[in-house]
Every structure is written in C-alpha cells, then in structure tokens.
C-alpha cells in the first residue's frame, strides 16, 4: 500500500512537471505569433470600448457578443498595449489575450490533479490532459477566453467536492461573465445543491454575482445586451447536424452565417437548443442525487449532448468539455483528445497557410478544405455516448430516465 502510493504521488509529480513545460510552450508561442482572426477583432473590440464605451460597442458591432467583465478586460490589455515598455519587451496585445487562458489550464490540472482520489482519476489521463495539443493549439495559438471560462466551471464543480455552495456558486457565476454558456449548466448544480438543502448558499452568491456584474447593461440598454449576449448562436453549417443539413444543397440551409439565420434555419436552430436544453434539465434532475463525482459526470453528459446536437461549434470550444469528460470516461477522452488534436490541426494548418503558424485567418472559403476533419471529433462523441448509454442501462436495467431515485455511476468506458 506504501509503495502504492509513492507511486501514485511520482506520477502526479510527473504531470506537475508536463502541466509546467506546457505552459511555458504555450507562452512561447503566444510570445511569438499573433495568432487568429479572434485576436484582431478583440484588439477592434478594445479600441472601440476604449473610445466608445460598452453601449455603443455592442450596438455597432455584430460580432461583440462577449459580457462585461470580458469587455472590461480586453478595454485594460488595449491600453496595456500602447505602453511601450511592454511592447520592447515583446508583450503585446495578442500575448496578454492568451496569458489568462494559459494560466487557467494549469490551474485545471492543478485542481483535478488535488481531487483525483475521489474522482478515480487515472494518472495518464491527467498526464493527457496537461500535455493535449487541444490546449496547446487553443490557449497558446488561438486567441480566445474559453480556457478561463473552463477553469471557473472547474472550479465550481470542485467546490462540490468540499461541500461550498458559497464559493460553488461564485465561481459558477465567474465562469459565465466568460461566455454565456455555462448558463446551460446551472440545473445540474442547482438540482444537486437542492437535494442537500444548500439551495440558498449555492443560489445567493450565484444571483448576487449575476446581477452585480450585469448591472449596468441591464440598467442602462437591457434590450441589446439581451440580445447579443444571451441570444448569440454559433455558425450554422460548420458542425455536426446543420453541417450534414449544408451539404443537402437545399438553398434554405446553405448559409453559413450566426446571424439573420433563413426562417427554417431558425426553426432547426431553436429546436436543437430546446432539446439540448431539454435533456441537459432531464440529465441534472435525474441525477440530483449522486456524490460530487456524479456532478462531474452529469456535467461531462450535459456537455456531450450539446457538442452532439449543437447547432454550431467554433474551433476554440473544443478545450469547454475535456476536463468533465475526463471525469466521465477516461478512454472517451483521450480518443476526442487525439480527434480534436486533428481537426484544430488541420483547421489551423489550412487557415495559417501551413508551417509555420503566425497569423490565421479563417475565411468562407477555406471551410470546406478543413471542415470534413470537424467530423471526426463529432462521430466519435456520439460513438462514445452510445457505448456509455449502453454500459449505464446494463448496470441499472430497471432504472427509468426521469426517475428520481438514486443511482450509481457507470462503468468507466
């Protein structure tokens, strides 16, 4: 048993180790290309909260769909980046982008790493993790804020494990100040918190937060910020279901566009995000009753439903489910990580204009040189939630979907 866990504590010193020389490739990197696309419209979005401020940003600007505290965020690094110190010592706009993200996925190893004995986490699936070209492509190349987004979920869901709705409910409320998605996952903590009657200490940190960040939007033009940042939708035909509904030809489905989408686009988009939304309440109900390692496997489900049946999926989002679907199933994982590995590959390859990466500029035009490798990552997702649809009915026959009784969790794929 001693010798069990020297080893155990060897191979965790080991991922610290591969979790350290990633984020110093991942700052390397930042350091030295500019990255995509995304940088330059961040750059244009601080210059214009800089001289505009947030109203007028978001109401001239489509494209800025991103709440305040981000929006505070890219205002500060844009003036950072005309200090010129900074800029002789090579940190500029595009590097203090990316800095957060790459701290936030040392962080997240970090934290599963200190909660691996009880969520039964393999050591070479957090050595995966730590060293996944996912994040190395994303947090160090692309230039985006999904990776801080991550850490505050992970965060959250990790404060589960010691019993701090307080602290569960803050950081679930940072996390969506990132993106707006994690918004979806609000039921499965909320259900979870309610079975132990902690509603109120998950519940009051999280609203008190939500209204305290949004306040000015909500005060002051409600009506836009609504609109852009509550209701913002991927591009439609880049992923999975409305790809294959693309390659129909069908004039009312050959957009590619996540705006002004044609009315039966709209029809197919809404429907997907119901049944999503749908399944995601059905997934966190159902399993209310489980230890904090079944909230990470809830999550992990909730995240697997929506990359199968979202209407789009941009490159960066690729790195949102990794760390909860670790937890679900460690083979699941390294087969998406190798998956995806391939895809951002190939997508980055093709609109950096091959080695080496620089700048990346995606446009209509490149999509159908990249787009078939998006499929594998999809296909793979829906294999792999079919396999534990399959393990989970066999372990519990006479269990009903809805029902409220509590179950165990299934065999890891």
């Known amino acids: 048993m001693a010798e069990t866990e020297?080893?155990?504590?060897?191979?965790?010193?080991?991922?610290?180790?591969?979790?350290?020389?990633?984020?110093?490739?991942?700052?390397?990197?930042?350091?030295?290309?500019?990255?995509?696309?995304?940088?330059?419209?961040?750059?244009?979005?601080?210059?214009?909260?800089?001289?505009?401020?947030?109203?007028?940003?978001?109401?001239?600007?489509?494209?800025?769909?991103?709440?305040?505290?981000?929006?505070?965020?890219?205002?500060?690094?844009?003036?950072w980046d005309h200090i010129p110190w900074l800029h002789e010592n090579g940190v500029a706009f595009p590097f203090l982008l990316r800095l957060p993200g790459i701290i936030a996925d040392f962080?997240?190893?970090?934290?599963?790493?200190?909660?691996?004995?009880?969520?039964r986490l393999p050591t070479w699936s957090l050595l995966v993790l730590a060293l996944s070209p996912v994040s190395l492509m994303i947090s160090g190349f692309h230039g985006n804020t999904d990776p801080v987004m991550v850490m505050f979920l992970v965060l959250a869901s990790f404060m589960c494990l010691r019993e701090r709705p307080i602290l569960c409910g803050l950081f679930l409320a940072l996390s969506c100040q990132i993106k707006i998605i994690p918004l979806l996952l609000v039921p499965v903590f909320l259900f979870y918190w309610l079975h132990r009657r902690r509603t109120v200490a998950f519940l009051f940190p999280f609203a008190a937060s939500m209204i305290l960040l949004w306040i000015q939007p909500l005060l002051e033009f409600p009506a836009i910020f609504i609109h852009r940042v509550l209701f913002y939708g991927s591009f439609w035909g880049l992923w999975g279901i409305t790809y294959w509904l693309r390659m129909t030809g069908l004039n009312d489905f050959s957009p590619v566009t996540y705006y002004n989408f044609l009315p039966l686009q709209q029809v197919v988009v809404t429907v997907l995000k119901l049944g999503i939304i749908a399944a995601v309440l059905g997934v966190a109900w159902r399993r209310r009753k489980l230890d904090p390692h079944g909230l990470f496997v809830s999550l992990g489900w909730a995240w697997v439903i929506f990359f199968i049946f979202s209407p789009g999926v941009c490159a960066q989002y690729m790195v949102w489910l990794m760390p909860f679907l670790l937890v679900l199933s460690p083979g699941l994982f390294a087969c998406l990580t190798a998956a995806s590995s391939l895809f951002l590959f190939f997508f980055y390859n093709t609109i950096a204009g091959g080695l080496p990466w620089y700048l990346a500029i995606s446009t209509g035009q490149l999509n159908d040189q990249w787009l078939p490798w998006s499929l594998w990552p999809w296909a793979i997702l829906i294999a792999g939630a079919i396999l534990l649809w399959r393990n989970a009915a066999r372990a519990t026959p006479q269990l009903p979907f809805y029902s409220s009784t509590s179950i165990n969790p299934p065999p890891p794929l």
């Open 107 to 119: 962080v997240v190893v970090l934290v599963l790493l200190s909660a691996s004995r009880p969520l």
């Open 6 to 79: 020297r080893e155990r504590r060897g191979g965790h010193q080991i991922v610290v180790v591969a979790a350290s020389v990633a984020l110093i490739a991942k700052s390397v990197i930042a350091l030295n290309t500019f990255g995509t696309n995304d940088v330059a419209f961040f750059y244009q979005f601080g210059k214009s909260l800089a001289q505009h401020g947030l109203e007028w940003t978001y109401l001239s600007d489509v494209a800025f769909n991103h709440p305040p505290l981000v929006a505070a965020f890219i205002q500060q690094i844009y003036g």
